[in-house]
């Protein structure tokens, strides 16, 4: 069986109702519980005897609903979970460093343009153009940017990052070589496993499937000359596709490293 009691109780300050149900002690300063009217301070005893009639009556006390206030995420901290998620998921190192540059940037941002934490509820398309259109980010570093910021807040925006729209970076020619030689020491500089065996020279002019294959590769030809952009990740594809056309188009050997 149930158990109450009820008794006055009173502090520096004021006088209350002490209700204890099942070994629980509940305050109350006011009848507003038990549908009364009464202060406590204004007749105590009375408020005393309603809330005990009202207990005979089977009414009994409810426990407070604790209300927890959501805390809003700020845009660092999402950006730090991702970074967490990345390297829980095995990402590349190189992905990781620039993931956390990415948090460095940001947080550089926030104090240039007085954004201090920013939530992800006020995170607007306008904040991500602002933050990767810089008069010092050529195009090409914006859509870098861009493409390593995206998945660190895809979890919390999933369609934001994506929504803003760059400008296409523009392709620029570097050095031209004028015969195969230079460029091949080019990529055995950038790789030391990789070794092309020596070939003859390369009349560019005269063989179109040679001429295609490069243009993937970002190499151009001008009056005979080869432009030719060394890009790190097409290393592998590029030792792959010279050793086809090469044996394809002059029928020269192939020696690689092991």
């Not at 158990?3 to 300063?29: A, E």
């Amino acid at each position: 069986m149930n158990s109450f009691n009820v008794t006055i109780g009173q502090d520096k300050k004021q006088v209350f109702i002490n209700v204890y149900y099942n070994n629980v002690r509940y305050r109350f300063w006011n009848g507003k519980a038990i549908e009364i009217k009464l202060k406590c301070i204004d007749n105590p005893p009375l408020l005393k005897a309603a809330f005990e009639l009202k207990l005979r009556e089977g009414w009994r006390p409810q426990p407070k609903k604790k209300i927890v206030k959501e805390v809003p995420v700020t845009v660092i901290k999402a950006l730090k979970q991702g970074v967490d998620m990345k390297i829980k998921q095995g990402c590349s190192e190189r992905f990781i460093k620039d993931a956390k540059r990415i948090v460095t940037l940001w947080k550089r941002y926030e104090g240039e343009q007085h954004l201090k934490s920013l939530t992800l509820d006020k995170l607007q398309p306008s904040h991500i153009r602002t933050f990767l259109v810089r008069p010092n980010w050529s195009a090409k570093t914006q859509h870098t940017v861009k493409s390593t910021l995206s998945p660190l807040l895809a979890e919390f925006k999933p369609h934001l990052v994506q929504s803003v729209k760059l400008k296409k970076p523009t392709s620029t020619l570097h050095k031209p070589f004028d015969n195969i030689y230079e460029i091949l020491e080019a990529i055995k500089a950038s790789n030391k496993q990789l070794y092309l065996g020596k070939i003859a020279e390369l009349n560019a002019k005269d063989n179109s499937c040679v001429i295609e294959t490069l243009a993937r590769l970002k190499i151009r030809i001008y009056n005979g000359l080869m432009y030719m952009e060394l890009v790190p990740h097409f290393q592998r594809l590029l030792k792959d596709l010279l050793k086809w056309f090469l044996s394809l188009a002059f029928g020269v050997g192939w020696r690689g490293s092991s």
